[in-house]
């Protein structure tokens, strides 16, 4: 495995940098000082990918050269698994979905920001990690 990351990114923060979208720039930024992404929300960037006809062999080549590399990717734990589960009665008035949830999760073991483009985000209760909002 390698190190703590700096921060943990989010699926819509990635598909930010793959469609070159407001706050690119920030994504780009995470990545270069450190970031991670969990196996689950690399899974939503894939499928995302997929339904605009991007094979996911050919996604995963497209993010492993938009991040040059340096994209750390971690697998979803069983103790993602319950953090995320825990998560859900504090965030489900803001509408998280699980690959939400499992970005907070991983945010959490690292202990370290979770960065996003959902602006729901802003309106979480206190889930123990700091929020970055990219836009």
């Known amino acids: ?3 703590v990351p700096a921060s943990v990114i989010d699926a819509s923060a990635l598909l930010a940098l793959l469609q070159d979208e407001n706050g690119a720039d920030e994504v780009v930024e995470a990545i270069a000082d450190g970031a991670a992404i ?16 991007q094979p996911a062999v050919v996604a995963l080549g497209s993010i492993h050269e938009a991040a040059e590399g340096a994209l750390q990717i971690e697998p979803f734990t069983e103790d993602d698994a319950a ?11 803001q509408g998280l979905s699980f690959g939400d949830r499992a970005c907070l999760a991983l ?11 959902d602006r729901d985000w802003q309106k979480l209760p206190d889930v123990g990690v700091a929020v970055k909002l990219i836009r």
């Not at 953090?83 to 008035?93: G, T, W």
């Open 38 to 53: 969990s196996t689950v929300n690399l899974s939503e960037v894939l499928a995302k990918l997929a339904e605009h006809g």
């Open 83 to 93: 953090q995320a589960a825990d998560l859900r009665p504090r965030s489900k008035a």
């Open 107 to 117: 945010a959490t073991r690292f202990e370290v920001p979770a960065v996003t483009a």
């Open 1 to 3: 495995m390698a190190g």
